[in-house]
């Protein structure tokens, strides 16, 4: 599918519910954005397949674990963002 796309008053891009369906794009997606001249290219930031949860006063993690060495996947846990 190909569409063409404008940019609003503040510079943004407004991808449509039809465009996002076909690119299999959820809503909130994050996405990576890489850019040269004439061109920006979209990919969908692939994350862990998870998400920390509140139980008590604990946050767990709920999902697959990483495939990362424990202290890279611990960093990367204290700077999450939602």
């Known amino acids: ?15 449509s519910n039809e465009l996002r ?11 990576k954005v890489s850019a040269t001249p004439g061109r920006i290219v979209l990919e969908v ?10 139980r008590g006063k604990l946050k767990v993690w709920t999902g697959d674990l990483p495939n990362l060495p424990l202290a890279e ?10």
């Open 21 to 31: 369906r076909a690119a299999g794009i959820p809503r909130g997606q994050q996405l």
């Open 73 to 82: 996947a611990v960093e990367q846990v204290r700077h999450y963002e939602r």
């Open 45 to 54: 930031q692939v994350g862990p397949t998870g998400r920390i949860r509140k």
């Open 1 to 15: 599918m190909t569409a063409t796309v404008k940019l609003d008053e503040s510079n943004r891009i407004v991808l």
